[in-house]
């Protein structure tokens, strides 16, 4: 990987300016305000990772693949258990994508009849149609449940109190969001966790409650490792908030919640060759036979061990730290608007990376077509209530965020 010139150290001052260089395809004449939690823009150390293998799958693509693809896909769940605080490899499958990890997980489930899925009427589109579908496919039920009354007010007691409270006998799984797509809000996965972990002290194996959790908007700027989070499987992509290859994500589970699901993809791990030999498929599950197989962008999947050592060179706590500075910028603005309503909690511990609001007397669509006529990148929450977003991350400058706020103070009738 190409060297920086960035802070390998956690809480010391980061040249942000550095940061944003890194980024030297990123168009600027623009404020990027809705790349980061969309698709990410690649700095250069992880675009000269993509080139390099993609150079070399080019000069010899069977060779480098057979050489090296088992290689390739351990190096990359080395560094997700290094940036996840995970002692076992093992437990992390490779995805393409959040969506793909959601599919694979609800689909792999062992759910039954009689059974339920219990989530949020809030979760995205993704989780809630994998969910239906699980539904559909094995008799079992889903019920969606009223997270928080009013977001100007909701609490982390609230949250977890409506949530924990809907739990039934039959309730087999609870899939919930860290940060949501639609409003930035944060969900407290730690206490949702630890309030499941009492439930499950007085259920068999079988029947224990599994917390599955949409992590796209936190990964990348929160702070807490898989075991502080307490969940059982963690999904992401990692083309959004860490800035990795496009078209890149992976599960993060319990070695106990792997015995839970079954692989609905074959994967192309050592557990190919095992079943070729004449083999059966091997009792114990983990992340290996849980990655999809097939020919992936090897070359990006290749190059995600780069990513991460690319963002722990700034520091995860120095990104989450910035994130935040810039998110309570922006926020404090809009808020000061009379014609603007903020729809994200101020509080760093319910909100994360995802500012939404709304101008009064303007559609939603028009205010992110007005704004980006105005050079300012917004997008529009794709839900039943939607909102316009900013979302300023890494490479925004307070110089952006001052322009962005002046552009949509213009948008006062």
């Given amino acids: 990987m190409a060297t920086t010139t960035l802070d390998r150290t956690t809480q010391t001052a980061v040249d942000w300016n550095a940061v944003r260089a890194q980024f030297d395809r990123l168009d600027t004449s623009i404020i990027q305000l809705g790349t980061s939690q969309f698709f990410a823009s690649h700095p250069r150390p992880v675009r000269e990772a993509i080139e390099k293998h993609q150079r070399e ?12 693809e088992q290689e390739y896909a351990q190096n ?38 009689g059974q339920e899925i219990l989530t949020s009427e809030q979760n995205y589109y993704c989780q809630q149609e994998a969910i239906k579908r699980a539904s559909e496919r094995t008799g079992a039920t889903f019920r969606e449940v009223k997270y928080y009354d009013n977001i100007h007010e909701v609490t982390i007691d609230e949250m977890v109190h409506n949530l924990i409270k809907e739990v039934r006998d039959n309730t087999r799984v609870i899939g919930t969001t860290w940060v949501h797509s639609s409003t930035g809000l944060k969900s407290p996965i730690p206490q949702i966790a630890r309030e499941l972990a009492k439930i499950n002290k007085h259920r068999d194996e079988e029947n224990k409650v599994l917390l599955v959790v949409d992590a796209v908007h936190g990964f990348g700027i929160e702070l807490e490792t898989f075991d502080e989070l307490g969940c059982d499987f963690f999904i992401t992509g990692t083309h959004k908030w860490l800035y990795g290859p496009r078209g890149t994500g992976f599960v993060a589970a319990k070695t106990s919640a792997w015995q839970h699901v079954k692989p ?20 114990h599950v983990n992340g290996h036979h849980m990655s999809p197989g097939g020919f992936h962008t090897m070359e990006h999947h290749f190059a995600l ?35 603007v309503t903020l729809y994200t909690p101020m509080d760093d511990e319910l909100s994360a990376g995802i500012i939404s609001f709304r101008v009064d007397g303007m559609s939603v669509q028009d205010t992110v077509k007005r704004l980006r006529e105005l050079k300012v990148v917004s997008t529009e929450a794709p839900y039943k209530e939607t909102y316009a977003r900013f979302t300023p991350g890494i490479y925004n400058t307070e110089e952006e965020i001052a322009r962005a706020l002046d552009a949509v103070q213009s948008l006062k009738h």
């Fill in 57 to 68: 799958l080019d000069a010899s693509p069977a060779l480098y693949i057979l050489d090296h």
């Fill in 76 to 113: 990359a769940r080395k560094a997700v258990a290094r940036y996840m605080g995970m002692d076992k490899q093992d437990d992390i499958a490779l995805t393409d994508s959040t969506t793909m990890g959601l599919g694979t997980i609800y689909t792999g489930l062992n759910i039954q009849k």
């Fill in 264 to 283: 609905v993809i074959p994967s192309f791990s050592e557990v190919m060759y095992h079943i070729i030999k004449g083999n059966q498929q091997p009792e």
């Fill in 305 to 339: 061990p780069d990513a991460f050592e690319w963002v722990e060179s700034i520091g995860k706590q120095n990104i989450y730290n910035r994130v935040h500075e810039l998110n309570r910028l922006t926020k404090e603005g809009l808020a000061s608007m009379p014609h």
